[in-house]
């Protein structure tokens, strides 16, 4: 995937993962919640990449 893709991507899960979250610790769902928290996490390692593919290509 491109950087724009990899960090749309990221917005998407971080965004998702705490919907989760917030739906798990409402609700006492601590399955839900880890599964938000684990997105979330997914999602800055997507924006993160997306970054890095912004900072090669501009040095290339």
Known sequence: MGEFA???KGVANEA???TKEAVGKAT???????SGAAQVIKGKAEKAVGDAKGAIKKHL
Do not use: P
């Open 6 to 8: 990899d960090k749309a």
């Open 16 to 18: 998702i993962g705490k």
């Open 28 to 34: 006492g769902d601590h399955k839900l919640e880890a």
